[in-house]
C-alpha cells in the first residue's frame, strides 16, 4: 500500500527529528530534570516538552511522506526555488529576530541564552523543507498529477492540528495567553483562506 518513497520520507523526517533530540542531550535540554542538573535551573521548556517536536514527528512528517509519495512535485522549477528560497529566508529571520531574543527571556532547547541551538537550526532546516512542500500543495501547477481536492483539504486539517502543537509546551508552566491565540489564529486563517483559494 506504501511505497518505498513514503517510506523514505517517513525516515528522513523521523531521523531529522530525533537528530534534534540527540543535540538537545548534549545541551542539557532533553528533559527539565536534565536541565535542573546541568544547568542548574529549569526555568524554560526543554525537548521533550516542545509541542513542536511532537507536531514534526507525528503530524508534519507522515503528511511529508504521504504528499511526497502521492506526487512528483516540480521541486526544480524557477517557482518551486523561488519559494525555497523565501521560506527558507523566512525561517532564518525568525530564528534569528524572534526564537533567539526570545530564548534568552525563556529558555527552550531551540533557542537559549540569546542564541539558536543546534537543535534549533536542525528544527529551522526541517521546516524549511516541510513549508517548501506544503506550500507547492496550494500553488496550482506545481505538482503531476494535479493536487486532488480531498488532498488540499487533507493538507489544511492536518495542518490545523499544527498550528496549536506549534506553539504548545507540555508543561504545567506554560498559558495558552493571548500571543499564542493570535498566532494559531493567524495560522489558522491563512491555511484556510489558501484552501478556499485553491478550491475555487
Known sequence: MFSTRFWTVLALGEIVV???CI????????????M???????????????????????????LLAYLMASYRF??????????????SALWILLATKVYAPAGAEMPEAYAHDGYVTI???LHVLYAALATWIVALVYVPNMAEPP???????????ALSFWT??????????????TSAKI??????????????WRLW
Open 18 to 20: 530525533a537528530l534534534q
Open 23 to 34: 543535540a538537545s542531550v548534549f545541551d542539557g535540554f532533553l528533559t527539565r530534570a536534565q
Open 36 to 62: 535542573l542538573w546541568v544547568h542548574n535551573s529549569a526555568k524554560g521548556y526543554s525537548f521533550m516538552e516542545h509541542g513542536g517536536m511532537l507536531a514534526d514527528a507525528l503530524i508534519v512528517t507522515p
Open 74 to 87: 516540480a521541486y526544480d522549477s524557477t517557482g518551486s526555488m523561488a519559494f525555497l528560497g523565501a521560506v
Open 119 to 121: 537543535a534549533g537550526w
Open 147 to 157: 493536487i486532488s481536492s480531498a488532498d488540499v483539504i487533507i493538507t489544511s486539517v
Open 164 to 177: 496549536y502543537f506549534g506553539v504548545a509546551k507540555f508543561s504545567n508552566y506554560w498559558v495558552f495567553d
Open 183 to 196: 498566532q494559531v489564529g493567524s495560522e489558522l486563517a491563512l491555511i484556510w483562506s489558501l484552501t478556499a
